[in-house]
């Protein structure tokens, strides 16, 4: 069975320091997802793509988050600086068009 | 906008004994719900789905979940919980939108399992 893949499962930075993180979703999905998840509530969308371009944005924090997905397969979410209350952890989902999404297992990110 | 509530952060179950899980939704339209369940340090897996048809869904691990309209719930019951169903679940309500459904989730409820 297909999964979506993430790397790494675990990054430890320290505040100020930049950071990447990496998805792999289900060949075929056309849509990927960034979700965060703090310690004690759901997950909270950050950033969603329909092949190569953003669909929607409206809770990615700007002014030090970044993504992309430049082939329209793979995607990176990079934090620059990391501030404490980034620590979370970070999921990657994948979907067809107007399907249910499917979850990768994860970064959990600790800044110091 | 749609939001999710799920009114019990945690609950314990003895093994083998039934199991229901609250979720209340707010959406103005004709909702797409979902259960996820999340053990710890891991992603979430998708239980069951609810998109039309049927208010009475069957997922995978012997969960079912019942819609309700007219009460804007979407609660999940199991007849006899395993021990292996300790983990945390997730109810979400999807938003069809143009590229995909955006989901909502609620906080989660923690299921124990005591032996």
């Known amino acids: 069975e297909a999964e979506v893949a993430q790397s790494p499962r675990y990054k430890i930075t320290e505040k100020s320091q930049a950071v990447a993180f990496w998805c792999d979703p289900i060949?075929?999905?056309?849509?990927l997802y960034w979700y965060r998840q703090i310690l004690g509530q759901g997950p909270e969308l950050l950033v969603q793509?329909?092949?190569?371009?953003?669909?929607?944005d409206s809770q990615l924090p700007k002014d030090r988050f970044s993504a992309e997905r430049l082939k329209g397969v793979d995607s990176t979410l990079k934090i620059q600086p990391a501030e404490l209350g980034d620590s979370a952890m970070y999921l990657c989902?994948?979907?067809?068009?107007?399907?249910?999404?499917?979850f990768g297992p994860g970064t959990r990110l600790t800044v110091t | 906008a749609q939001s999710v509530t799920q009114p019990d952060i945690h609950i314990t179950v003895s093994e083998g004994a039934s199991l229901e899980l609250r979720c209340n939704y707010s959406?103005?339209?004709?909702?797409?719900l979902f259960w996820y369940v999340q053990s710890p340090g891991q992603g979430l897996q998708l239980l069951l789905k609810?998109?039309?048809?049927?208010?009475l869904v069957q997922g995978i691990k012997g969960f079912e979940a019942e819609f309700k309209r007219s009460q804007s719930s979407f609660n999940l019951r199991k007849p006899s919980v395993h021990w292996s169903d300790a983990a945390e679940y997730f109810c979400?309500?999807?938003?069809?939108?143009?590229?995909?459904?955006?989901?909502?989730f609620g906080a989660g409820t923690i299921l124990r399992v005591k032996s």
């Open positions: 060949s075929g999905h056309a849509t």
């Open positions: 989902a994948s979907s067809r068009r107007t399907v249910e999404q499917y």
């Open positions: 793509f329909q092949d190569e371009s953003v669909v929607d």
């Open positions: 959406y103005g339209a004709t909702p797409y």
């Open positions: 609810y998109f039309s048809g049927d208010t």
């Open positions: 979400a309500v999807g938003s069809q939108g143009g590229y995909g459904n955006k989901l909502v």
